[in-house]
């Protein structure tokens, strides 16, 4: 943390994103489709987070998101 005018500590921008993944629960995921090369395809999509932090998602091996990352695992997450 560095310090803020106020006197209190600021957080740092990592804190805050970890902060927001954690109180969010939901996202947009994006990958990159299969049917249209170099076009995202995203959807609002519920996760967990395991003991570290990382986002867990449950996805059917039937859903478009599991398709498109069984050819290209780049993705995103925001928040």
């Known amino acids: 943390m560095t310090p803020d005018p106020a006197g209190g500590p600021e957080p740092t ?27 995202p395809f995203g959807s609002v999509m519920p996760y967990a987070l395991d003991e570290i932090g990382r986002p867990l998602f449950l996805i059917s ?18 928040g």
């Open 13 to 39: 921008h990592a804190e805050r994103a970890r902060t927001l993944v954690y109180l969010g629960r939901v996202g947009s995921l994006s990958t990159l489709s299969r049917k249209r090369p170099g076009w």
């Open 61 to 78: 091996s039937m859903a478009m998101h599991t398709q498109n990352l069984t050819e290209d695992t780049r993705a995103s997450l925001a």
